[in-house]
């Protein structure tokens, strides 16, 4: 069963896809000759020519060899293949994800785009890699083998095709069953993976409320509901199964019975033909060489079938489809590199609103003009303002929904972009690594280790920088205190070659001394890239050079 969203998927990669197909097919050949080169050394026994028997061994032992070669780079080829199917639809999700319509969805669950982007994305790698090649296959080889066999013995021929189309056309017979199965199964899979995602970054608010019990009797049943799809999927996938090898055995017996006829020298119903000379044991082994690369389909059956299932799981991390992705050169669709600081001279905000999608106004009106002169700039207003919304349109994580902000830059204007600026949010995220790799996330790859203590140093986190950059942090940076947090997630946007900096309520979690260090370091900052806080604590606004107030602004 061929899906028409992964051909798209392996449309770019036409050239990698046409030589493990044609790779797949020598080596198919290979079994042809070895079958030719067999019979005529069994001939060659029953008639005592040894002369014959030497030479059908060594066509034997060559086919062996010239197939090891042959499947070595089949293997590698398909790797290949499905390598670049992966890294572009992996890539392709994780954008999709990133989009600011996306990052706010309150319906997009982590745990489903996740599921979607590790198992979803491999399920497709191994379809296109193994499945669609042994799909091309079938529908070359098995006709070719049938019309030679059947130039000889019409009747071989027809009871082989009869056998090829019952076995590669009967499951077709309950393909949407079978779209259907999969569907459910991806869906019960998708759920599960969410509520266990959700569960585990959760565990310790669970236990905090006291539903521990709850969550968990909703995992047993999600993990249930697993299970009863997998056992339905799997009775439709045995049942297709069945009905590959009833047709592969009907044909490769019934071709049997035909050979023993042969060499009990009966004439077969349309005569010998030209092919005079042709063996039993030829007419066997071809006859059996003819179901061979539907038996090798068979045995992909499984990977095209998770491929089916997992793809709509990737098409609902992909809106625009899998067309949407790739491009034309079969390199993924995407955004032109981020502009350097020293390009960007001022940011500029006209007139900008937004509204969350139920209606209710955030922003109305807001216009701002922040040039690029050695100063911070601060926003400020009481909590639901719109302060932190205002840092995500500026960064490019949402879209207004009317007026724009611009970075003017020394080639012109544009619109800013997430990988233009340097984000310090108020719940950082880290990496389960060291803090060496943690800063070296958005740092320039030539950055020295120098470097990154200054900036730590700089961000009023010493300790950090006497623990070693090698210190292995935990998961999300459970294992340093909230200040600590917000101190080496301002280090890591000291580091990044951003043009723009904005930091949402950098001090609060700091004391006094530090919040006046990192303030410090923000207004030398603010010398070679624009930097935009927003606060509450009125020493942290007394050292902003411009605040721009949203309360007043609503008003």
Same mark, same amino acid.
């Given at each position: 069963m061929i899906d028409r969203r992964l051909w798209l998927a392996v449309r770019p990669h036409r050239a990698r896809l046409a030589l493990t197909t044609g790779l797949l097919c020598l080596i198919t050949v290979s079994w042809w000759i070895q079958a030719v080169a067999l019979s005529v050394a069994l001939a060659a026994v029953v008639a005592g020519d040894h002369? #014959? !028997?030497?030479?059908? @061994?060594i066509g034997v032992v060559t086919c062996l060899s010239v197939r090891a070669v042959l499947r070595e780079w089949q293997v590698r080829s398909a790797l290949r293949l499905g390598e670049a199917v992966r890294?572009? /639809? #992996?890539?392709g999700v994780l954008r999709a994800c990133l989009v600011p319509e996306r990052l706010h969805d309150a319906q997009d669950r982590m745990g489903a785009r996740v599921l979607a982007a590790t198992d979803g994305v491999d399920g497709v790698d191994k379809y296109v890699s193994l499945y669609i090649p042994h799909v091309v296959q079938v529908w070359v080889m098995p006709p070719l083998l049938i019309l030679a066999v059947g130039a000889a013995y019409p009747v071989v021929g027809l009871v082989a095709a009869a056998g090829v189309l019952i076995a590669v056309a009967g499951p077709r017979w309950w393909d949407r069953l079978m779209t259907r199965r999969g569907g459910e199964h991806s869906d019960t899979y998708e759920s599960l993976s969410a509520d266990l995602l959700e569960s585990l970054r959760s565990m310790r608010l669970l236990r905090a409320v006291g539903a521990v019990e709850r969550r968990r009797a909703l995992l047993e049943g999600r993990s249930e509901a697993?299970?009863? %799809?997998?056992?339905? @999927?799997?009775?439709? =996938?045995? @049942?297709?199964t069945a009905v590959i090898d009833g047709g592969v055995q009907v044909g490769v017996v019934v071709s049997g019975l035909c050979a023993a006829v042969v060499a009990a020298g009966g004439v077969l119903p349309g005569g010998v033909g030209w092919w005079s000379q042709m063996t039993p044991f030829m007419v066997l082994m071809l006859a059996s060489e003819i179901f061979r690369p539907v038996r090798d389909l068979a045995r992909q059956w499984h990977a095209g079938y998770v491929g089916l299932s997992f793809m709509s799981q990737v098409g609902k991390a992909l809106?625009?489809? !899998? =067309?949407? !992705? /790739? %491009?034309?050169t079969g390199e993924p669709g995407g955004a032109p590199r981020p502009v350097r600081a020293e390009d960007v001279r001022a940011v500029r905000i006209e007139e900008v609103s937004f509204s969350w999608p139920d209606g209710t106004p955030v922003l109305t009106g807001v216009s701002a003009h922040w040039p690029l002169q050695g100063q911070v700039v601060g926003v400020a207003g009481p909590s639901g303002v719109g302060k932190s919304t205002l840092l995500d349109i500026v960064s490019g994580l949402l879209s207004p929904t009317g007026g724009r902000v611009v970075l003017e830059c020394s080639r012109g204007e544009r619109a800013p972009r997430p990988e233009d600026v340097a984000v310090v949010s108020q719940h950082p995220v880290f990496l389960a690594g060291s803090i060496r790799e943690n800063l070296l996330v958005a @740092?320039?790859?030539?950055t020295s280790d120098e470097v990154l203590v200054a900036a730590l140093r700089a961000a009023a986190a010493p300790e950090l920088a006497e623990r070693g950059l090698d210190h292995v942090l935990a998961e999300g940076g459970r294992s340093l205190s909230g200040g600590q947090r917000q101190r080496l997630a301002i280090a890591r946007a000291l580091v990044s070659d951003r043009p723009v900096?904005?930091?949402d309520e950098p001090t609060s979690a700091l004391d006094g001394d530090r919040s006046a260090t990192v303030m410090q370091t923000l207004v030398r900052e603010s010398a070679r890239r624009v930097v935009v806080v927003t606060a509450h604590r009125a020493e942290a606004l007394a050292a902003c050079d411009v605040v721009l107030d949203l309360e007043g602004v609503r008003r």
């Open positions: 002369d #014959r !028997v030497v030479v059908g @061994a890294t572009d /639809l #992996r890539r697993l299970h009863r %799809a997998t056992v339905r @999927a799997m009775r439709v =996938s045995l @049942a297709s809106p625009d489809g !899998v =067309s949407g !992705v /790739l %491009a034309r @740092a320039p790859p030539e900096m904005v930091l």
